[in-house]
């Protein structure tokens, strides 16, 4: 689980867009970017490496 106030403050890495908090995939997701980052023992991991692309399914469920 990620602290309201620490997801506020984050921002993808690479575009600099806000991130939404997928708490079911325990994901920081950029809509912008099409990548989730993950979250590992409460903390974001926000390294391009480390993300991956979201299916053209997950992103068309993101604007619903």
């Not at 950029?30 to 023992?41: I, Q, S, T, Y």
């Not at 480390?50 to 399914?57: G, N, P």
Request: charged share 40%; hydrophobic share 40%.
């Amino acid at each position: 689980m990620i602290d309201k106030k620490l997801l506020d403050i984050l921002a993808c890495p690479l575009c600099k867009s806000p991130l939404r908090y997928d708490k079911l995939k325990d994901e920081l997701i950029c809509r912008a970017d099409r990548l989730a980052f993950p979250v590992r023992d409460g903390i974001p991991v926000m390294l391009e490496d480390e993300a991956r692309t979201l299916s053209s399914e997950e992103t068309d469920a993101l604007y619903k």
